[in-house]
């Protein structure tokens, strides 16, 4: 018998069904999503010119406090957050002892004692286990708060037309919490600037989705679905769970788990510090050629090639993961695990693309770059 999966809306999910045009739907950590608004080719113009907004309740919610908490997440994570300045937002790894990538995930730093963890993966008993020692509590949180996003150059001027001034005024890679028009909220302005994420309970999603909406008309804000963030990842080169790679817990092979440096995330790893879990088995690996890597791809032409074989002449020589059709780029933007031998060689890859051609499949190679 099939394995059934619950599958849930989201606390904003009478907004997000009102602005799915198309009536096309995602599953994405168990909850639907919509797969597009107003067309793909709008929603990725709105986050590279205007402003998307996004709902980003999906992902999961770990808070971390408690007087040990900087030297728990610096022992089960790649990077140091006893060093780290507060308010911050900070891209870290967990692994496993052998070094195997287990999630990827951003963590804001709320007060000196204060942390909240947001990734894709879902790891709670790993976190349990791993605060062993530690005077910390760690707590999941992901049902009692829901997200929201402003992804575009224009997210600031959003955030504080909606009167969410806690979030307008972040720089990027900074932090903070406070309230605005009775709520309480959770703000956070990644990296690069052009991503504020905000969170709140459930409850309030919605009063604050129209709020935003309302405030970004002026702006050319357009909801955006799965698809537009999706590709959006894809053309950064972000590696995501279960789309990407496995997570080392989810597999009983080890030739489907990869550290971090085969993800193309060693720029996460603070090795030169004391321990933290993995690191052991990380350290000889620094100058090691993975045997494979995860690279992105620029493929000819408009067609599935997701899954597919990657080869160089007659040789295969690795395969995609995630693609996606980019407007931007007039071409399949994909990641593809590589061999490091064929990484020099820059545009004379091919990938199989399928096409649909009336009421027939075809498959043909395509020309692919590194991109």
């Given at each position: 018998m099939a394995h059934e999966v619950?599958?849930?809306?989201?606390?904003?999910?009478?907004?997000?069904?009102?602005?799915?045009?198309?009536?096309?739907?995602?599953?994405?950590?168990?909850?639907?999503?919509?797969?597009?608004?107003?067309?793909?080719?709008?929603?990725?113009?709105?986050?590279q010119?205007?402003?998307?907004?996004?709902?980003?309740?999906?992902?999961?919610?770990?808070?971390?406090?408690?007087?040990?908490?900087?030297?728990?997440?610096?022992?089960?994570?790649?990077?140091?957050?006893?060093?780290?300045?507060?308010?911050?937002?900070?891209?870290?790894?967990?692994?496993?002892?052998?070094?195997?990538?287990?999630?990827?995930?951003?963590?804001?730093?709320?007060?000196?004692?204060?942390?909240?963890?947001?990734?894709?993966?879902r790891d709670l008993p790993w976190l349990l286990d791993a605060k062993y020692g530690?005077?910390?509590?760690?707590?999941?949180?992901?049902e009692q708060l829901a997200g929201i996003a402003l992804v575009g150059p224009a997210a600031n001027t959003v955030a504080r037309a909606a009167g969410l001034e806690a979030a307008a005024r972040l720089a990027a890679g900074e932090t903070g919490r406070g309230e605005a028009r009775g709520v309480t909220l959770?703000?956070?302005?990644?990296?690069?600037?052009?991503?504020?994420?905000?969170?709140?309970?459930?409850?309030?999603?919605?009063?604050?989705?129209?709020?935003?909406?309302?405030?970004?008309r002026p702006s050319g804000l357009l909801p955006v679905g799965f698809d537009a963030l999706d590709l959006l990842r894809i053309e950064s080169g972000e590696p995501a769970p279960m789309r990407d790679f496995v997570p080392a817990h989810l597999t009983d092979n080890d030739a489907f788990s990869v550290t971090p440096f085969a993800l193309g995330l060693g720029r996460l790893l603070d090795l030169d510090r004391a321990h933290f879990n993995?690191?052991?088995?990380l350290l000889p690996l620094k100058n090691v050629a993975p045997r494979r890597e995860l690279r992105r791809l620029v493929v000819e032409g408009q067609g599935d090639s997701a899954h597919a074989p990657v080869r160089v002449g007659p040789r295969e020589a690795g395969f995609t993961v995630s693609a996606a059709w980019s407007p931007r780029l007039s071409a399949t933007a994909a990641?593809?695990?590589?061999?490091?031998?064929?990484?020099?060689?820059?545009?004379?890859?091919?990938?199989?693309?399928?096409?649909?051609?009336?009421?027939?499949?075809?498959?043909?190679?395509?020309?692919?770059?590194?991109a």
């Open positions: 619950e599958i849930r809306p989201t606390p904003l999910h009478t907004r997000t069904a009102a602005a799915n045009r198309y009536n096309e739907w995602r599953q994405w950590a168990g909850f639907t999503y919509p797969a597009r608004c107003g067309g793909l080719a709008a929603e990725c113009n709105a986050v010119e205007t402003v998307g907004l996004a709902d980003v309740s999906p992902l999961a919610k770990y808070r971390v406090s408690g007087p040990e908490s900087a030297a728990y997440l610096s022992r089960l994570t790649t990077r140091d957050f006893e060093m780290a300045p507060e308010p911050r937002v900070t891209q870290a790894l967990w692994c496993d002892d052998r070094g195997a990538a287990r999630g990827i995930a951003h963590v804001l730093r709320l007060a000196e004692t204060e942390f909240l963890i947001v990734s894709e993966t530690f005077d910390v509590d760690v707590e999941d949180v992901s959770i703000a956070a302005r990644r990296e690069g600037g052009l991503r504020i994420e905000i969170f709140v309970p459930p409850e309030d999603a919605v009063p604050v989705w129209d709020w935003l909406e309302r405030a970004g993995g690191r052991r088995a990641l593809a695990w590589l061999e490091p031998a064929v990484l020099d060689l820059k545009d004379r890859l091919a990938v199989l693309q399928t096409r649909r051609e009336g009421l027939r499949r075809v498959d043909r190679y395509v020309g692919a770059r590194l």
